[in-house]
């Protein structure tokens, strides 16, 4: 927006005003009645004597003992004694001049202006006080002013003869004025207006504060400020300052600031706008709201381009395009959150950045987002809103609720477990259009009612979701997995090159598994009877029990290999494929299988099936069986 309350104007009103009604009082106070003609005001210098300015008027009256009356007054005043130098030219049809007070009146019109007129005031009914060098206009204020004249002194030489100056006109209206020459300041009053090619101001009361040349220092305008701008909104405020700093024009709003441009909006303590490089800075409580961006062209429609997003923050500096439109970008400070209606999502840090181009964040200073269902940590989160597109970097963390709608029967299956949490930790993490990629050393966790259950380490993880659920993941790369004890004491591992599991989002279930390449599944025991079991192949899958979520059928391929060992008993089963049945509690072997225990050795079958609870063996087929020998402590021969 621009909020550029520049009444430099009224500088020259208070300059004009003063010399003039000061030249009549000092002329008419030594003469009774002067006929039609001119009267010369000299002022001496250490030049010599020069002309300071030529008044005229139709006539000059003096109507009581203290009074004098000049009718159609005009004053030209001109610099440095030069008569081509016209500065200022006053005009009222009449003058009134109280020789004993120094006072000067009328209820009349006034006005004051520069030869090419590129400043302007008038007015009705003014009071001058030549003991003060006030001047104060009861009535109808109006001050013009050449927008290029703010920043540099407005009573310079200028051209008698020159033509009106171009460029854009300010404008300031008010009910009353009062301008100071003494202290350079001027004070519109009562229904105050500034009006500029950019915006309006409106407010109760306007101080214009100038340098001792005349140019602009500051303006202050106070009760109710409302500033109006053209393409850049609506600003409010109790206070508004004005000043010029490093050729900027800067303005402060302060006292419950607050900003709007169609939907958008901003609130804080203080708002700080560089009307040149048109950004707006606001401090303490700075609450900032505007829509979702609509999708990208040639994208469907997304249902978060409905609602509204808000950014909280201590500080945030809002930047407009040079012209018109809606912001373009922001950056923020000071315990950052961001909250979206669409997803009701929130995330949090000590900084951000937003860019309107691509819709984007980027956040810093243990920076989060989370959506009640998930939640994304790193040292740097950045986001494409509109495309859904995420990116954690550095110490990234996805944490996802995955207990799921079916959770009352995995409850019982687990020992009454309600609560489930998926942790995923690695170096980087890029999540699009529900898919997550996690890479380098990644680290995926299951808690449990705050228990840690299951961990996965690999190099890089794939994971897709549904409405916040997980329904699949593709671990790549050192893969290594293990589960908690259970209440048996029993923990599950694996290892391989890859590893796809399967989910469903509507019961929170495990559907399947598969292990590629160099896959080794080991079951141990803590206990001291404990058995351990190991079974190594290049291909392993399994499929969950819809309702108890536990192993339903898992099967070997491509060359598996049994290993057991329980207290001094050793198991070691080989075969092209196993087939492990949850129901009937046993593993198949077919393909040439073969198996050694502590006592036989059996060969040449159709198919093994073992039993590992009873560690007992079913052959079929033309088998062999060989017995082996009991060991002795007898030395061989």
Same mark, same amino acid.
């Given at each position: 927006m621009k909020t550029r309350p520049s009444p430099a104007a009224g500088r020259a009103a208070l300059v004009l005003a003063a010399w003039v009604c000061a030249a009549v009082a000092l002329e008419a106070a030594?003469?009774?009645?002067?006929?039609?003609?001119?009267?010369?005001?000299? %002022? =001496?210098?250490?030049?010599?004597?020069?002309?300071?300015?030529? !008044?005229?008027?139709?006539? +000059?009256?003096?109507?009581?003992?203290?009074?004098?009356?000049?009718? =159609?007054?005009?004053? %030209?005043?001109?610099?440095? #004694?030069?008569?081509?130098?016209?500065?200022?030219?006053?005009?009222?049809?009449?003058?009134?001049? &109280?020789?004993?007070?120094? &006072?000067?009146?009328?209820?009349?019109?006034?006005?004051?202006?520069?030869?090419?007129?590129?400043?302007?005031?008038? #007015?009705?009914?003014?009071?001058?006080?030549?003991?003060?060098?006030?001047?104060?206009?009861?009535?109808?204020?109006?001050?013009?002013?050449?927008?290029?004249?703010?920043?540099?002194?407005?009573?310079?030489?200028?051209?008698?003869?020159? /033509?009106?100056?171009?460029?854009?006109?300010?404008?300031?209206?008010?009910?009353?004025?009062?301008?100071?020459?003494?202290?350079?300041?001027?004070?519109?009053?009562?229904?105050?207006?500034?009006?500029?090619?950019?915006?309006?101001?409106?407010? #109760?009361?306007?101080?214009?504060?100038?340098?001792?040349?005349g140019a602009l220092e500051t303006a202050l305008a106070r009760d109710d400020v409302v500033i109006t701008t053209t393409n850049k909104g609506r600003a409010t405020g109790a206070r508004a300052f004005y000043y010029l700093t490093n050729n900027s024009e800067m303005m402060e709003l302060t006292g419950d600031a607050a900003w709007q441009n169609g939907a958008e909006q901003a609130q804080a303590d203080y708002f700080l706008y560089d009307t040149t490089r048109h950004f707006l800075t606001g401090s303490n409580h700075v609450h900032v709201? +505007?829509?979702? /961006?609509?999708?990208?062209?040639?994208?469907?429609?997304?249902?978060?381009?409905?609602?509204? %997003?808000?950014?909280?923050?201590?500080?945030?500096?809002?930047?407009?395009?040079?012209?018109?439109?809606?912001?373009?970008? !922001?950056?923020?400070?000071?315990?950052? !959150?961001?909250?979206?209606?669409?997803?009701?999502?929130? @995330?949090?840090?000590?900084?951000?950045?937003?860019?309107?181009?691509? &819709?984007?964040?980027?956040?810093?200073?243990?920076?989060? +987002? +989370?959506?009640?269902?998930?939640?994304?940590?790193?040292?740097?989160?950045?986001?494409?809103?509109?495309?859904?597109?995420?990116?954690?970097?550095? &110490?990234?963390?996805?944490?996802?609720?995955?207990?799921?709608?079916?959770?009352?029967n995995a409850a019982s299956a687990s020992g009454g477990a309600t609560n489930q949490w998926l942790i995923i930790t690695s170096a980087v993490l890029d999540y699009e259009t529900n898919l997550a990629t996690f890479h380098d050393h990644v680290v995926a966790r299951l808690i449990e009612d705050g228990a840690l259950r299951d961990t996965l380490t690999c190099d890089l993880l794939v994971v897709t979701l549904e409405s916040n659920q997980v329904v699949q993941g593709v671990a790549r790369g050192h893969v290594r997995g293990q589960t908690a004890p259970n209440r048996a004491g029993v923990v599950k591992t694996i290892s391989c090159a890859t590893l796809t599991g399967r989910r469903s989002p509507a019961t929170g279930l495990m559907k399947d598994l598969l292990a590629e390449t160099d896959v080794v599944l080991v079951q141990f025991g803590t206990g001291t009877n404990s058995a351990t079991n190991q079974l190594t192949a290049p291909l392993v899958s399994a499929r969950f029990s819809p309702v108890t979520n536990r192993i339903e059928q898992a099967e070997g391929e491509g060359g598996v290999v049994i290993d057991q060992r329980k207290a001094a008993q050793t198991l070691h089963a080989t075969g092209e494929r196993a087939?492990?049945?949850?129901? @009937?509690?046993?593993?198949?072997?077919?393909?040439t299988p073969r198996a050694r225990t502590e006592s036989y050795i059996i060969s040449n079958a159709s198919f093994l099936n073992w039993r590992p609870k009873t560690n007992l063996f079913e052959a079929g087929g033309r088998y062999i069986i060989i017995p082996i020998r009991a060991k002795t402590n007898q030395p061989s021969r």
């Open positions: 030594s003469t009774n009645e002067v006929p039609n003609g001119s009267i010369v005001n000299y %002022r =001496f210098t250490p030049l010599g004597r020069q002309i300071e300015s030529i !008044m005229t008027a139709s006539n +000059w009256t003096r109507v009581t003992e203290r009074e004098v009356v000049a009718t =159609f007054f005009e004053r %030209r005043m001109f610099r440095n #004694g030069d008569l081509n130098q016209l500065q200022l030219i006053v005009q009222a049809p009449v003058c009134q001049y &109280d020789n004993a007070s120094k &006072d000067a009146w009328n209820q009349g019109h006034i006005v004051l202006f520069t030869p090419t007129t590129n400043v302007f005031t008038q #007015g009705d009914g003014f009071l001058f006080s030549d003991a003060t060098h006030v001047l104060e206009i009861s009535n109808n204020v109006e001050t013009r002013v050449v927008k290029s004249l703010l920043k540099s002194p407005l009573l310079g030489s200028a051209p008698s003869n020159g /033509a009106p100056a171009g460029g854009q006109i300010l404008k300031i209206l008010s009910a009353s004025g009062r301008f100071n020459y003494p202290s350079n300041r001027v004070d519109y009053e009562r229904r105050v207006r500034v009006i500029d090619p950019q915006y309006d101001l409106n407010s #109760g009361r306007l101080a214009v504060q100038f340098t001792t040349n709201l +505007w829509p979702n /961006a609509p999708s990208q062209t040639n994208r469907p429609p997304q249902a978060d381009t409905n609602g509204f %997003r808000e950014m909280f923050a201590r500080f945030a500096t809002l930047q407009w395009p040079p012209t018109n439109g809606p912001v373009e970008s !922001m950056t923020a400070s000071g315990d950052v !959150m961001i909250t979206n209606q669409a997803d009701h999502s929130r @995330a949090t840090g000590q900084q951000a950045v937003y860019n309107r181009t691509n &819709d984007s964040f980027e956040l810093t200073g243990d920076p989060a +987002w +989370w959506n009640g269902q998930m939640e994304v940590k790193g040292r740097v989160l950045l986001a494409e809103l509109t495309n859904k597109i995420y990116h954690a970097r550095g &110490d990234a963390q996805l944490r996802v609720n995955v207990s799921g709608a079916g959770k009352t087939v492990y049945t949850e129901a @009937a509690g046993l593993m198949r072997l077919t393909g």
